[in-house]
Structure formats: structure tokens, C-alpha cells
């Protein structure tokens, strides 16, 4: 287990919809690689109605109250289901009234990871998230993982980890989790490094192989340490010269998760999540998890 405690372990927020069932799924082998308990969270949040339409909130109250248990039960069923029998890592769950993006992030100050599934599709067939993941993403406490539906969020479990790295604090953060990750799945590490954001280039004169050279140095650095803490995952490598979320994105095809740090190299210091973080947890369809750093 992962050094410390934490109250809430691997917590996964439930809602009933088939995001959040595939959140759930993910989540128990999560918990179970890392020994972790792990508690399904359901937020209500609460109807303010004022008079003479008192009678309605209480109904409303009710409905909310009796899906919330429904939830809950449904959640442990599919845990139930995915759950390897070898291993039965500690449930719990909890209910929580209050606005959800508040409350989830307010608990993710004793959680070790946030699990959450995405939402919903734009009006141009673009997987986007919804306010709640979104907004959790944005400003949680602990690395969040993105969840998406469907079969195409259930890859070759001996794929590789993906790792976006850029040499900003929050890639460093991020680096660590993504060997820790690949140790526990016993899979490689594709390591991608963008050089250049085709934005910015060509510039006449200017020397690409400088750059280049540059970029593998910094790729070389990064990695050098965590490979010999972690002896067992083989690294490989990939330079390029374009818009990180787009190659991170393509990769992610032949990958089964992705880790990326929560804002880069050209954030805004004020920014909370970066745009390749935010691009990439928005578009991939595998699990995408985004670490933070405090």
C-alpha cells in the first residue's frame, strides 16, 4: 500500500449513469493493485424551495433520498461484479448533501484519487465532460482519474501507461504516478515529449536539430531517476514535433491509460488545469488520469 492513510482511499463518485458504472468498474482493480479501500460517494444536492411549495420539496427530498440508496446499491453490485475474488480490498460508502462539485473536492483532500466518469456528447459528436467532472478536474486535492463508457475505454490490459512530460513541476508529479502505475500493471511506459508546438514554428533560420536535441536532453533527465527506481518498467521514448494534446490523444489509442501532470510548461501560474490536460481528459477514450501538484 501507497505510505499513509487516507480516509476515503480510492473514492469513486456515483450517480447511476453508465459513466459512473465504468468509473466503479475501473476503480475496484485500482483499489485492489494498491491495497487501498475504496468508498462509492453519492452527492445530493439539495432543493431550496420556498413556500406555498413546501410540500413539493419534501417529495423531491424523498425521490432524491430513495434514488441516492438505489445508487449506492447499484454501485456495489457492479463493484461486486468487477471485483477480482482474490483480492476484496475494504468498501465503504457515503452519502453527501451538498453542491457536488464542492463537496467531492473538499473530500478529496483525504482521498488518494478521485475516480469520476465524464459526460455526455457535444453538439459535433466531441466527448466533453460534464460540470461536475470538470469542475472536480479543475480543482481537486489529488490526482483525478476521467472515465469514459463504452468498449472503447476497455483496452489491451497488457497495453502501456502514457505519459505526457514536459519538465514543469506538475509533469514531475505526474511522472512519478505513471511508473508507479505501470509497476502495479506490470506494463511498459511510453514516455511523450513535445520539443516544439507547431504554433511556434518554423521560424526562417532558426535550428531544429537544437531543439530536438534540446527536447531529448530534457526527456533523458526526466526519466533517468524513476528508471532506476523502477528497474522492472521499460521506457520507451517518443519526441515530437506538434501540439502535445494531438499526439497525446492519437497515441492514447494504443495505449490502456493515460497520465498526464495538471498544468505544463505554458500555463498561466493562476491556471488550475492546463489545456493539454484538459484536451486530452476531454477527448481520449481511455482512462485519463491528471495529477496534481500542491
Not at 533517468?224 to 497515441?251: H, M, S
Request: with cysteine; hydrophobic share 45%.
Amino acid at each position: 500500500m501507497t505510505e499513509g492513510t487516507t480516509k476515503y482511499g480510492i473514492l469513486v463518485a456515483v450517480d447511476g449513469s453508465a459513466e459512473s458504472r465504468a468509473a466503479v468498474s475501473w476503480a475496484a482493480r485500482e483499489a485492489s493493485m494498491r491495497d487501498e479501500v475504496i468508498t462509492l460517494t453519492h452527492v445530493v444536492q439539495p432543493v431550496v424551495v420556498s413556500w406555498p411549495v413546501a410540500a413539493e420539496q419534501v417529495a423531491v427530498a424523498k425521490w432524491q433520498e430513495d434514488n441516492a440508496r438505489d445508487v449506492i446499491v447499484q454501485a456495489r453490485n457492479d463493484l461486486t461484479d468487477a471485483m477480482d475474488k482474490s483480492q476484496s480490498p475494504e468498501v465503504q460508502s457515503e452519502l453527501l448533501y451538498a453542491n457536488p462539485v464542492q463537496a467531492l473536492v473538499d473530500a478529496s483532500q483525504d482521498a488518494r484519487m478521485v475516480v469520476m466518469g465524464s459526460r455526455g456528447r457535444g453538439a459535433f459528436g466531441r466527448l466533453l465532460l460534464g460540470s461536475v467532472s470538470s469542475g472536480v478536474l479543475h480543482h481537486a486535492h489529488c490526482p483525478v482519474a476521467i472515465i469514459h463508457a463504452g468498449k472503447a475505454s476497455v483496452r489491451d490490459p497488457d497495453g502501456p501507461v502514457l505519459l505526457g512530460i514536459d519538465g514543469s513541476p506538475a509533469s514531475e508529479a505526474a511522472t512519478a504516478f505513471a511508473f508507479e502505475e505501470a509497476s502495479l500493471r506490470a506494463v511498459s511506459l511510453v514516455a511523450l515529449h513535445a520539443w516544439s508546438d507547431v504554433a511556434v514554428f518554423p521560424i526562417l533560420g532558426m535550428d531544429w536539430r537544437a531543439y530536438r536535441d534540446q527536447g531529448e536532453e530534457l526527456l533523458g533527465e526526466r526519466l533517468a531517476g524513476w528508471q532506476e527506481l523502477y528497474p522492472d518498467v521499460r521506457v520507451e521514448r517518443r519526441l515530437v514535433c506538434d501540439t502535445p494534446a494531438r499526439w497525446l490523444i492519437k497515441e492514447s489509442q494504443h495505449a490502456q491509460l493515460v497520465v498526464l501532470g495538471s498544468r505544463g510548461r505554458g500555463g498561466f501560474s493562476g491556471a488550475l488545469l492546463g489545456s493539454v490536460s484538459s484536451a486530452v481528459a476531454q477527448s481520449a477514450e481511455i482512462p485519463v488520469i491528471v495529477v496534481r501538484t500542491q
